[in-house]
């Protein structure tokens, strides 16, 4: 798998594009994902942390549903549950990681746990926005 590079990469914003691997029951495909990890000041002492994913059918992706009789909407619905799965559990570790990790510290960024804000979007083709979590 190639290492994504980020489009846009600033403080408060990385937005990185790539083709992604993806292993199932049924075999190995890869689909397009845009990665966009963000972060927005809510007051003086909390931010808010956004994941957001979304994966985007490839070629490949559609030929292999399609040569295995697997419907689109299905594999979607697979993807969308996988994904979220995924975010639900990632957000706050990489909320946890990045309050851990400032230097130096910003009146924003506190040491105390992230809590979980928002949740998964709705189950619609194929994209996928995981939780938010405040870093307060």
């Known amino acids: 798998m190639r290492i994504p590079q980020a489009e846009?990469?600033?403080?408060?914003?990385?937005r990185m594009v790539w083709a992604s691997d993806l292993f199932t029951p049924n075999g190995h495909t890869r689909v397009q994902v845009l990665w966009a990890l963000s972060v927005k000041r809510i007051d003086a002492q909390t931010c808010e942390y956004t994941n957001s994913v979304i994966a985007h059918p490839t070629a490949e992706s559609v030929d292999f549903t399609a040569q295995r009789d697997i419907r689109f909407e299905d594999a979607a619905v697979a993807r969308q549950h996988d994904g979220g799965d995924h975010n639900r559990r990632g957000t706050p570790l990489f909320a946890a990681s990045i309050v851990n990790y400032r230097s130096p510290p910003r009146p924003c960024l506190t040491a105390r746990r992230p809590r979980a804000r928002g949740s998964a979007a709705s189950a619609a083709a194929l994209p996928n926005e995981g939780p938010k979590a405040a870093v307060a």
């Not at 846009?8 to 990385?14: P, R």
């Open 8 to 14: 846009v990469a600033t403080h408060a914003l990385c």
